[in-house]
């Protein structure tokens, strides 16, 4: 069994920035996809980032230019740097793992979330 950890949330101001972490433990297996998603008040949870263990990113259009995603293998971390934050990303994120089994066999994993909140 996978379990993920998210650090690094919290109260910030408009155009602060924020680094999140996501530590993955258990038997994880080795092609994979990490991400972040995340979820406002009254809205579905929608995907930020992703990075796949070859390391190529996708981001969604929003946070494009002002958040990077990036990750350690060899410590099963998943990082989001998130910079010129707007009130507009106030939400819970969310550390996704995503598991290529074999056989079209997908794993997939979710943390329990942390509150980023942008307001002055």
């Known amino acids: 069994q996978v379990q993920l950890v998210e650090s690094g949330g919290g109260l910030v101001q408009p155009g602060g920035s924020l680094r999140l972490s996501c530590v993955a433990s258990?038997?994880?297996?080795?092609?994979?996809?990490m991400g972040w998603y995340r979820q406002a008040p009254g809205k579905e949870r929608e995907l930020v980032a992703v990075?796949?263990?070859?390391?190529?990113?996708t981001y969604a259009d929003s946070v494009k230019g002002r958040f990077t995603i990036s990750r350690d293998n060899a410590k099963n971390t998943v990082y989001l740097q998130m910079n010129s934050l707007k009130a507009e990303d106030t939400a819970v994120y969310f550390c996704n793992l995503k598991e290529y089994l074999g056989g079209g066999i997908i794993r997939r994993s979710w943390g329990q979330g942390t509150q980023v909140t942008v307001s002055s």
């Open positions: 258990g038997s994880i297996f080795s092609i994979n996809d």
């Open positions: 990075i796949t263990s070859g390391s190529s990113t």
